[in-house]
Every structure is written in C-alpha cells, then in structure tokens.
C-alpha cells in the first residue's frame, strides 16, 4: 500500500512527538544521574519501553526514556515524560492513559494500548525509587 504525504494516521501532537520526541536517553552515562528505573513492554505488539527518573524531595525532576515500538508507543511515552518533569510523585501515581491520550489528542483505538505502557512505565520507576529510598 503506498502512503500519501496526508495520509497520516495520527494527530498533529503524535506525529510532534514521533518526528522529534522529548527527553530521550541518548547516551548511556546519562543513566547513572537517575534513581528510579522502569520496563514494561506488550507482548501482544513487541512494545518495549524502558523510564529513568531522577527524584529529589518527592519530585521529578528529570526524566528519560527509550522505546522500542510503534509511531504510538514512542509519542505516548515522550508525551508522558514531557507531562511528569517537576510532578510530584504522588501526583505523577495519579497519570492514566487516558491523560496520556488528551495530550496527544487522541489516538487510533487500535493503538490505544501503547499509552497504557507510558504510565506502567512510570509507575514500576516510582516503585523502584521508593523501594530503593525507603
């Protein structure tokens, strides 16, 4: 099938974050600035994404991520990561996927569980934080 140049799947904000995500690990010596670590991945799809937060006083205050995954897992998860710095951790817990969607205004339903991923992400990072601070 060939792919018109306005034949795009996505939102404006999906393909935003697609073409140039924020806050993507780049390097690897960037991971031992971080104190709190997360991967979840959906066997279903092969999504894969892995989060590194940096958490001082119960806040987040950096944040870096990687994804191995569709146009939607790597929008949904630069989305989220852009949505967390400077959240507190309590607040940060209270993310859904659906928050994750409303940023990107949306996605295809058959694309849906690539969100839900971001906030499990996030969530096994706080864990680990905790656990590691507690």
Same mark, same amino acid.
């Given at each position: 099938m060939k792919v018109e140049g306005n034949d795009w799947f +996505?939102? !404006?904000?999906? @393909?935003?974050?697609?073409?140039?995500p924020k806050n993507f690990l780049?390097?690897? !010596?960037?991971? @031992?600035?971080?104190? /709190? +670590? /997360? @991967?979840v991945g959906n066997?279903?799809? /092969?999504?894969?994404?892995?989060?590194? &937060?940096l958490i001082e006083k119960n806040k987040i205050k950096d944040v870096r991520w990687r994804t191995f995954g569709c146009a939607s897992a790597i929008a949904s998860t630069s989305a989220m990561s852009e949505m967390v710095k400077g959240? =507190?951790?309590?607040?940060?817990? !209270? &993310?859904?996927?659906s928050d994750i969607m409303d940023k990107l205004k949306g996605l295809p339903a058959i694309k849906?569980?690539? =969100?839900? &991923? /971001?906030?499990?992400?996030?969530?096994?990072?706080? @864990?680990? +934080?905790? =656990?590691?601070?507690?």
């Open positions: +996505y939102t !404006k904000e999906v @393909k935003e974050h697609f073409m140039n780049k390097e690897e !010596k960037e991971i @031992k600035e971080f104190n /709190g +670590y /997360g @991967k066997m279903k799809c /092969g999504d894969v994404m892995e989060i590194w &937060l959240m =507190s951790i309590h607040n940060a817990l !209270k &993310l859904t996927a849906v569980h690539c =969100s839900v &991923l /971001g906030d499990e992400a996030l969530r096994e990072a706080i @864990k680990d +934080y905790e =656990s590691n601070n507690n």
